[in-house]
């Protein structure tokens, strides 16, 4: 029975690995084009380089998708460290750490819509997938609070 249940957390912790994966690309690129000065490549929406360039897309000079890619590769961590020690404190910790993609989605994608009036393809991106990232976390920590701390 716990293989059973151990089975779903473990679909759901690759989904997390997966979508982490791409966010961290994602936003690896968006700060690799900073760093070298240039402008992300745009081909389906116009407004990349509007908002890439905005003040609000460094945090002094920080790129704010250097701080997206962090967030990113620690899920992906995470996730694989709760998969192979088959945690549940483990996958509930990298769970609540999806709030934080979530907050920042909204905020930046508020700031995209209401202010600088402009899309970055990737940056709507990385908010899907940090939204996709909170709903699978919310699953994760419904299904583990009947299981337990350990598997």
């Given at each position: 029975?716990?293989?059973?249940?151990?089975?779903?957390l473990k679909k759901l912790l690759?989904?997390?690995i997966v979508i982490a994966t791409i966010g961290f690309i994602d936003a690896?690129?968006?700060t690799i084009v900073?760093?070298?000065?240039?402008?992300?490549e745009c081909s389906i929406?116009?407004?990349c380089d509007v908002?890439?360039?905005?003040?609000?897309?460094t945090i002094g000079p920080i790129p704010v998708a250097l701080l997206g890619a962090l967030y990113y590769l620690t899920v992906a961590i995470a996730s694989i460290f709760a998969l192979d020690r088959r945690s549940v404190a483990a996958t509930r910790l990298v769970s609540n750490l999806t709030w934080l993609g979530l907050l920042a989605?909204?905020?930046?994608?508020y700031l995209q819509l209401?202010?600088?009036?402009?899309?970055?393809?990737?940056?709507?991106?990385?908010?899907?997938?940090?939204?996709?990232?909170?709903?699978?976390?919310?699953?994760?920590?419904?299904?583990?609070?009947v299981i337990g701390y350990r598997l």
């Amino acid at each position: 029975m716990q293989e059973d249940k151990f089975s779903t957390l473990k679909k759901l912790l690759i989904a997390f690995i997966v979508i982490a994966t791409i966010g961290f690309i994602d936003a690896s690129y968006l700060t690799i084009v900073h760093f070298l000065g240039q402008a992300p490549e745009c081909s389906i929406l116009e407004g990349c380089d509007v908002v890439t360039s905005s003040k609000y897309s460094t945090i002094g000079p920080i790129p704010v998708a250097l701080l997206g890619a962090l967030y990113y590769l620690t899920v992906a961590i995470a996730s694989i460290f709760a998969l192979d020690r088959r945690s549940v404190a483990a996958t509930r910790l990298v769970s609540n750490l999806t709030w934080l993609g979530l907050l920042a989605s909204i905020y930046f994608v508020y700031l995209q819509l209401f202010v600088l009036k402009s899309i970055c393809i990737y940056c709507m991106g990385s908010a899907l997938g940090s939204t996709v990232l909170f709903i699978l976390g919310m699953i994760l920590l419904k299904r583990t609070k009947v299981i337990g701390y350990r598997l």
